[in-house]
C-alpha cells in the first residue's frame, strides 16, 4: 500500500488543527470580534458567550468547575503561573530572606517546570529535584520520602514528553492533600490523551495547551482548584484583571473557542484513538526490535502513553538517522538535533548511557496515523540504522570484542 | 537543520566507506596510518584509515566510517577524497576550514570539520609513529567561527 509521504510523527511536538476546531474559530476571527471585556454591549456578550462554552467545554474534559479554567498562552505560561504564583502565595518567609519555602519537583521535568524552580531556588526556596529511576516512573514513594515540614507545593509531570512514561499521579495527589500541600502537575502531554478528573486523581493545578490535542498554538489552559482546599495564586503580570485577577490580559477569544472545541472532541475521540494507537505503538516497538540488535525501548513497558515511543539504537547518532529517513519526521534525543549539543537529559536522567542517549529517537503518532504509515516508518527506521550501522566504526568496534567503555576517547 | 547540496550528496552516497582491517589487523601493518577522534558520549567519532604506497610516500587509498551527524559524515566522507593522491605533508595541510567552505557547512557544524582534521593529522601521526618517522606536534590551531556569528 502506497502512503503520501512525508509522514508525520512528531504529535508530541504540536499536532494539525482538527478542521472541526478551526471552523469553530472562524467566526471570531470576524463577526464576534468583541472583547469579552466589554460588558455593556453586544459584541462583547457573543464575545463572552464563546469563551463561557469553551470553559464548560475544557471543565468537562477535567472533570472540574468551570469557574477553575484560567486561560493562558500555552502550558509554559501556566506552569510558571502555577509554580511562582503558589511559591509566592505560600511562602514561609518574605522575598529577600532565605528559608522560603520547599518545593518539590523531578530531574525529567519539562523546561517550562525546571527552570520556574530554578529561579525559585535562586531567590530563596529550597527545591529536591527527584531523580526517576531506571524506568522513569516518579513514585508517590518517593515524593513520601522528600516531604519535609515546610514542603508548599509539588509540581510533577503526568506524563513525560520525550518517553511518555506516566507518573503516579493520583497517589502523589492524595499523598499531598493528607499533608495540606499544593500538588501541581503539567499534563500537556496527557489531558486530551487519557481520562482526567481533576477530582479522582487529586490534583490542585493542572497545566495544559491547546496545541497538543489538535487545538491552536498560543491558548493553553491552568486548572485552579476552588474547593477542598481552596489554592491561591499570586498573579505574575499586572493589568485588566481578567480571569479572577489571576492572568490579565484580553482574551484571545479565537484561540479559547478552538481550545473549548478540541477538548469536546477529545471526551469522545480519545478513547477510540488511544487503542488504536497503543496496537501502533506495540507494531513498532515490536518490529523495530525484533528486526535490529542493540536496540531499546525507554521507559516502563506499560506505565507510558499510548500514541508515543522512544527508542534508542546503539551504535547509529540520532541526527544522522534522522537524516537517513527524512520523510519520516520523528524527533530525537541527540544533541545535534538542538542548539545545545547536550544529549536528551531526560534519558540521561533515566541512566541511559550518553551514547544511547545520542541515537535515540522520539515518534509519536496523532489520530490521524495509519497502520500503512506505521508499516512504512518502520522499513524506513530499519534500513536507516542498518545504513548508518555499516558507517558506523563503534559498531565495528563492538562485533571485535572491544568494550567502547574501556577506550581513552579524546574529549573535545 | 537544512543543508546544503554537497553536504547531502556526501551523506547520501559517501565515498570510500570501509576500512583496511580490523583494529587488531591494522595495528600490526606498517602501510596503514589508523585515526580515531571523537567519543561516543559527544555523539561524534569518526574513523580515518590511509594506506600509504611506501615507494612514492603518497597516500594511496583512505577509508573512513563515522558515528554522527549529517555534517559529520560529510566530513569525513570528503576528507578521505582529498587524501588519495597526496604526499603526508599535503595531508598535514588540509584544514578545516577548507572542508567547511568545500561543504558548505551552517555554524554550528563547525565541529565535524574539526574534527575531520583532527582524524586526518592521527591518521597521518599513527603512519609515522610506525615507521620511525618524527610526529610533529599536534597543535590545535583550528579556526572556529566566532562566538558571535553562531
Redesign the interface.
Known sequence: MSVKTPIYLDNAATTPCDPRVVEAMLPYFTNDFGNPGSRNHVFGWNAEAGVDKAREQVAALLGASDKEIIFTSGATESNNLAIKGVAYMYEKAPAGSTGRGHIITSTIEHKAVLDPCKRLAKEGFEVTFLEPPKDGVITAAQVKAALRPDTILVTLMWANNEIGTINEIPEIGALCHEKGIVFHTDATQWVGKMPTNVERDNVDLLSFSGHKLYGPKGVGVLYVRRKKPRVRLVALQDGGGQERNMRSGTLNVPGIVGLGKACELAMQEMDRDGERLLKLRKKIEQAVTSRLDYCQVNGHADKRLPHLTNISFGFVEGEGLMMAMKDVCVSSGSACTSASLEPSYVLKGLGVGDELAHSSLRLSMGKSTTEAEVDYSIERIVSAVQKLRVLSPLYDMHKEGIDLSKIEWAHH | ?A?GPKIIDH?EN?RN?G?FG???ETKTRKDIGVG????????????LQIKVDQATGKIADAKF??????S??ASSSLATEWLKGKTLDEGMAIRNTDLVQELSLPP?KI?CS??AE?AIKAAIADYKTKNGMEVEDHDHDHDHQPAATR
Open positions: 537543520m543543508y551523506y559517501p566507506v576500512n580490523t583494529q587488531a580515531l577522534v571523537g567519543a561516543p558520549e559527544c555523539g561524534d567519532v569518526m574513523q566510517k563515522c558515528f554522527g551527524c549529517g559529520a559524515i554550528v565541529h574539526v574534527l583532527d
